[in-house]
DNA sequence: TACTGTAAAGAACGAACGTTCTTTTGTCAA
DNA sequence: TTGACAAAAGAACGTTCGTTCTTTACAGTA
């Protein structure tokens, strides 16, 4: 997984030379802020979020939180937080040297896991997976599919396919011109559908979770 | 996976009497107007995103979308969404009789992948899977592992340990009284650690991406 | 036609808001 | 000890905010 999205620290670091390091303290003051409300308050709130007594040098921290990307505002002059605004540098105990560097999971209210899997959302469906015929494709029983909604695929893709008015999770493939579903488990048979093959959609990513 | 947690429109249907469908348009402009900016604005700027022309009614809708439960208040008076002002409903065109259905993989904003995973974030990393010493557990090179951080673990778990700096990932098993690293792969061999073990942590969860 | 309830408009007001400009405080260097 | 600068405070102001109360429009019903 080449394209595995880690966070990048390195747009913090090439903030202009105006956001220093009191300015990442209101900013974590901020993001505790948030985490609770979910919400940039009013100047004079702020005031007592950052623990000062000034309106405008409220301004100036957010106009420079502004410049160094951690906020912005939408037409309506509200400040909302950026993508970065909530990405925060691991914690220094899970970083050691020499071993690669894990990536937070979750970055404040914004996830990582879905915007890995989903281009899509509203063409996105999770479908659980149910019997082991494709197991062999590490595909297990109980894993949800992640699957991208639409009609086209190619041979090789695993698709979910609705046979006998079901759907059915197996690699599209092409025998003697005509398609089939090919399943990833010796002991399962391979699909080879009379009339016309309806693909629901394609497998785009798998979801696993043990138990607790 | 029997607590896939499919979403409550239930609530939505709960709803107060005066909860009627005039709001439900209004709730549909509200969210889209949300979709594009991320906040929701002074009453004056909802005057023109519910098209009407009156304050007090739109505080009227304001109201009574809070007790249907789609959005809330902060202690400071700010209006937020709530979850369920993220969920909508299954486009009609995927929901067909005798099929099982699918749940949208993201309502809003809001992802439940990373729910149904993570109960933790902050303990919760996400660390890339490198080699096929565990393939037959099905965890496949590239995949991406969900770990919690920390550093207890039962037998049979699958946990990250860190062994000669580096993160490797097996299951966790003991022999003779003494903890080991078993690897799914016949051809991987097993890791007894001399003196203690060093966990990272345990795998909750698994995620696959398939090459588009 | 009159009654009733809902949907919406409108006016009025004090409080809160964001902005701008000026002033103070503290720190470091020359 | 003076100068320079950054950090913060403070005042002042016009605008916008949310709230409350009153009024209008309209549809359905009796």
Redesign the interface.
């Known amino acids: ?1 080449t394209d ?1 999205p880690a966070p990048d620290f390195s747009t913090a670091d090439a903030s202009p030379p105006d956001f220093n390091a009191r300015d990442a303290e209101y900013l974590a003051k901020l993001q505790d802020y948030y985490a609770d ?3 940039i ?2 100047y004079a ?1 702020l005031c007592e979020v950052f623990g000062i007594a000034s309106k405008s040098w409220v301004k100036a921290i957010l106009t420079r939180l502004n410049t160094a990307g951690f906020i912005e505002r ?3 002059g ?1 400040w ?1 937080p950026t993508r970065q605004f909530f990405a925060r540098p691991l914690a220094e105990s ?1 970083v ?5 560097m ?5 970055q404040g ?1 914004y ?4 915007e ?3 281009d899509t ?2 063409k ?5 997976v149910k019997g082991d015929s494709m ?1 062999e494709a ?3 029983d ?3 599919a ?2 991208e ?1 639409r009609n086209l695929a190619n041979v090789g ?2 698709v979910v396919a ?1 046979v006998d ?3 059915t999770l197996k690699t599209l493939d092409k025998e003697r011109g005509k398609y089939i579903l090919r399943p990833a488990n010796a002991a399962y048979a391979v699909i080879r559908p009379q009339g016309s093959l309806e693909i629901f959609g394609v ?8 138990r ?1």
């Open positions: 997984m595995f409300w979910k919400s308050p009013s709130k939408t037409p309506d509200a909302i899970s050691q040297a020499g071993m690669p894990p990536v937070t999971a979750t209210d996830f990582i896991i879905d890995m899997l989903i959302p509203s996105t469906t999770l479908i659980p197991i590490g595909i297990h109980g894993d949800v992640v699957v909604k893709d695993i609705i008015n079901e759907f497998l785009i990513g798998l979801i696993r979770k043990y607790k």
